[in-house]
């Protein structure tokens, strides 16, 4: 059974900086890509970030570009997004999410991460 | 960045009636678009993939149609459960974007 569980969301100040986790188990984590998504409260989805299976290739929405950095550790199978300059509007439940060539087949429950002085 | 519209923001359907749901493309996605089920406190649930396939274990009531810039979600005869928000996702052109969601409530 496959199964994603992000932890490390926590409440920070604004400009501060939070790694977020994606523990993954249930399939062979190093083939496929893995993204992070986001909800803010009320709202819609956004995509935030994918890593390519090796984690040679990564790409980012322009609302995060600079900021944050996706990776990933295959030998533990985990996902990890960190996240610098943080803003209140990066306010949101982050959710790890696997790809099925660009379609995402399986999400974890998301972390919250709350942005606020 | 391609937007993805969708219609109507709100669809008020009476169980066993057939709903349609709109998703546009700012420009030419091909055929690389997903449709998402969202109930509330729910992660996301993968329903059609690729424009028309359905993904593993989605029930034959949800289809999905359309290439380029116009795509459909169809709910053939709304159950229960059905009632959700759903989301497009191209993933033809980066960055990968969403649909604001279509939410169904019953009518």
């Known amino acids: 059974e496959v199964q994603l569980l992000e932890s490390g969301g926590d409440l920070v100040q604004p400009g501060g900086s939070l790694r977020l986790s994606c523990a993954a188990s249930g399939f062979t984590f190093s083939s496929f890509g893995m993204a992070w998504v986001r909800q803010a409260p009320g709202k819609g989805l956004e995509w935030v970030s994918v890593i390519t299976g090796s984690g040679g290739t990564t790409y980012y929405a322009d609302s995060v570009k600079g900021r944050f950095a996706i990776s990933r550790d295959n030998s533990k199978n985990t996902l990890y997004l960190q996240m610098n300059s943080l803003r209140a509007e990066d306010t949101a439940i982050y959710s790890c999410a696997r790809s099925l060539n660009g379609a995402y087949d399986y999400w974890g429950q998301g972390t919250l991460v709350t942005v606020s002085s | 960045e391609i937007v993805m519209t969708q219609s109507p923001a709100t669809l008020s359907v009476s169980p066993g009636e057939r709903a349609t749901l709109s998703c546009r493309a700012s420009?030419?996605?091909?055929?690389?678009l997903a449709w998402y089920q969202q109930k509330p406190g729910q992660a996301p649930r993968l329903l059609i993939y690729?424009?028309?396939t359905r993904a593993t274990d989605i029930p034959a009531r949800f289809s999905g149609s359309g290439s380029g810039t116009e795509f459909t979600l169809t709910i053939s005869s709304l159950q229960s459960e059905d009632f959700a928000v759903y989301y497009c996702?191209?993933?033809?052109?980066?960055?990968?974007?969403f649909g604001q969601g279509t939410k169904t409530e019953i009518k």
């Open positions: 420009q030419s996605v091909n055929s690389k």
């Open positions: 996702q191209q993933y033809n052109n980066w960055p990968r974007t």
């Open positions: 690729g424009a028309s």
